[in-house]
């Protein structure tokens, strides 16, 4: 077997093999107007099936799902099984302003501007990016993180 032949096949080895890739949105992408609703919701429709890498389980239902199920006056194990009936993101939502608490518009700008702009400093340094000038939010270190945002230079 040449060189390149062999590269090759270790290449299609290491995918097949490697951590599993998977496709969340970014925190900034909007569902009703806001921010961070749908990531939660992917990564809880991908650990019902079986398809969230593990890395993500320990944060399941805290952080940032904590703070928009709290944002909202759901229970966030009700929300899962909600999910497990099925429906779109918006009627998933539509459920959570019914059995929970519909933000008004300044409530929701609120929380876009709170969940946009948090800090990142913790998260960096642990995750070996602190050389990131380009990072200055949560949401930013999460689509670095997830190779969403493009390195620098």
Not at 21 to 30: A, F, G, N, W
Not at 49 to 75: I, M, Q, T, W
């Amino acid at each position: 077997m040449g060189f390149f032949r062999a590269l090759e096949e270790c290449g299609r080895k290491l995918k097949l093999h490697g951590v599993p890739q998977v496709s969340l949105r970014s925190p900034s992408e909007k569902v009703g107007g806001l921010f961070y609703f749908g990531r939660m919701l992917d990564k809880i429709r991908l650990h019902a099936k079986g398809e969230l890498p593990s890395d993500y389980h320990a944060n399941l239902g805290k952080g940032f799902d904590e703070k928009c199920v709290k944002f909202l006056r759901v229970d966030y194990d009700q929300l899962v099984e909600r999910l497990k009936q099925g429906g779109t993101d918006k009627e998933i939502l539509e459920w959570c302003f019914t059995v929970g608490h519909q933000p008004t518009e300044n409530e929701l700008y609120v929380w876009n501007e709170f969940m946009r702009k948090r800090g990142w400093n913790d998260e960096v340094a642990e995750a070996g990016m602190s050389d990131r000038s380009d990072i200055q939010t949560s949401f930013q270190f999460i689509d670095a993180d997830e190779e969403r945002l493009p390195k620098p230079g």
